[in-house]
């Protein structure tokens, strides 16, 4: 078995028993123990797994995000996919919402070219990006800024979001659980997410692989609000069967 794929199956293994030792993985992969600490040790740097002494248990938990400037470039190029895919689904004559963050903003950058589309967003990352597209209109809802990643929230930001109705919003989250769906650490991002859910007749949840499965402290939308996710085939089928159960399109790309 490759490294890789055997990574993947211990991934699935933790998350179907929540924790496991060291000796039950050598014995279920047919390994040395020390190939599996070896293993452990790569899946723990990418934020899925956490060891403890003598095994793993699953880091659902997401606290905090990592500042915008670190996860800007994590993943860049299965987020640069997502973009491209996710702006496929706009069509020309759309009035569409992109909410801010690190991969939305590659959602901007694909629509560059196209005509007669209408883009709210809270993200002045997205504005710029489309600064010199003369086929798009651009909306920035006001508020708050945050410097440090160029979002905007705030009461203003929900006053304007409450007035609005589009065909699409799309999405991103830095949590989206199967059973708990989309969450986020800080409860004063979640109204404003919200507010775009509610404005949208369509809702695109658009997330690299290292969201899907994880837990947060706040519940922004239910699964039964999605109906389609866009993640990169980093993902495997076992992340995104249970959403696909629950009747969302899902597109790896």
Request: hydrophobic share 40%.
């Amino acid at each position: 078995m490759l490294a890789a794929e055997r990574k993947r199956r211990i991934v699935e293994y933790v998350r179907q028993y929540r924790t496991a030792t060291v000796a039950a993985l050598a014995q279920e992969f047919s390994v040395h123990g020390a190939t599996i600490r070896r293993d452990l040790a790569e899946i723990e740097q990418e934020g899925v797994l956490k060891r403890t002494h003598g095994g793993v248990i699953m880091e659902q938990w997401t606290h905090d995000e990592p500042a915008f400037h670190e996860r800007r470039n994590q993943h860049l190029e299965e987020k640069m996919r997502i973009g491209r895919h996710a702006a496929s689904l706009v069509e020309d004559g759309e009035n569409i919402i992109i909410d801010s963050g690190t991969t939305t903003v590659h959602i901007a950058t694909h629509l560059v070219g196209r005509s007669d589309i209408t883009v709210v967003t809270n993200d002045m990352n997205v504005a710029v990006e489309l600064r010199d597209a003369p086929g798009i209109k651009v909306i920035l809802t006001g508020g708050e800024l945050y410097p440090s990643s160029y979002m905007l929230n705030g009461m203003f930001t929900d006053h304007v979001l409450k007035s609005l109705h589009v065909e699409k919003a799309f999405i991103g989250t830095p949590a989206l659980h199967p059973q708990h769906g989309l969450m986020h650490p800080e409860a004063l991002l979640v109204p404003a997410k919200q507010g775009m859910i509610a404005a949208a007749g369509e809702i695109i949840v658009v997330t690299d692989h290292t969201k899907i499965g994880k837990l947060s402290l706040h519940t922004v939308a239910p699964n039964s609000a999605v109906h389609t996710l866009i993640t990169g085939t980093e993902a495997s089928e076992y992340d995104v069967k249970p959403f696909q159960e629950r009747g969302i399109t899902v597109y790896r790309v």
